[in-house]
């Protein structure tokens, strides 16, 4: 899998988007781009991915640069539910696939 | 509620004893996923089963550790003569084959071990 580098922090006021980067500048053509969140105490949740196209969900919005070479998972309005460390990786899709995590970012929402 | 389910959430031993923990997964699943999650580290992966064939392992995964998936269902970890290094926290995640352009997976809540 394809290494990426996160911002070990960030703050985000409430209400605001938080906007979460990630650089993969090693990422093949066939690697997909994920999303997860870890809140303090549960298991890792899965937020979103995508292979090219930018991607929006209930949850988040993924842009992936045109090159690939990294993303921004956005959340629109952050709340103070959102404060959990979150996760990118790139690999593969379907078949079997293990989870190879970083350190990922630490988002605070502040009130 | 229909996600994965582990048991115990919370298990403090002493050095030397032996622990188990149990892992429900998506009833529909039939992949299964052991990582283990030290403090301020992301997890990381030990073992996976598809059905009940263990068909990789980490090199994470030392000889006191077993794991088992006897039914195809639910899965143990037993960790034999634990050792403090073996206090992290064991998530347990699930996915199902048929999903063939998306693997993700659906972790439960861990079990939290401590060694004393």
């Known amino acids: 899998d394809a290494k990426t580098t996160q911002p070990p922090s960030m703050d985000c006021a409430e209400g605001r988007a938080a ?93 | 509620d229909t996600g994965v389910s582990q048991d115990p959430r919370h298990k403090i031993t002493k050095r030397g004893q032996n622990v188990t923990f149990r892992c429900d997964p998506i009833s529909e699943h039939n992949r299964l996923y052991w990582y283990r999650q030290t403090l301020g580290q992301g997890p990381e992966f030990l073992t996976y089963f598809q059905n009940e064939a263990q068909l990789e392992k980490s090199r994470l995964l030392s000889d006191r550790f077993s794991a088992e998936r006897p039914k195809g269902s639910f ?24 999903d063939r352009d998306h693997n993700e997976q659906f972790f439960g809540p861990g079990t939290r071990l401590t060694v004393l």
């Open chain 2, 75 to 98: 899965s143990t970890l037993e960790i034999q003569r634990t050792e403090q290094g073996d206090s992290a926290m064991y998530l347990c995640a699930s996915s199902s084959s048929k």
């Open chain 1, 19 to 111: 906007n979460l980067p990630c650089n993969h500048s090693t990422i093949s053509g066939n690697e997909y781009v994920y999303w997860y969140r870890q809140i303090h105490s549960q298991g890792p949740q899965y937020i979103i991915h995508g292979l090219k196209n930018n991607e929006t969900n209930e949850m988040a919005s993924l842009i992936i640069t045109e090159d690939r070479k990294s993303s921004t998972l956005i959340l629109p309005h952050a709340t103070l539910r959102d404060t959990a460390v979150y996760y990118c990786i790139v690999r593969d899709s379907g078949g079997y696939q293990k989870v190879t995590f970083g350190t990922g970012t630490k988002l605070q929402v502040i009130p």
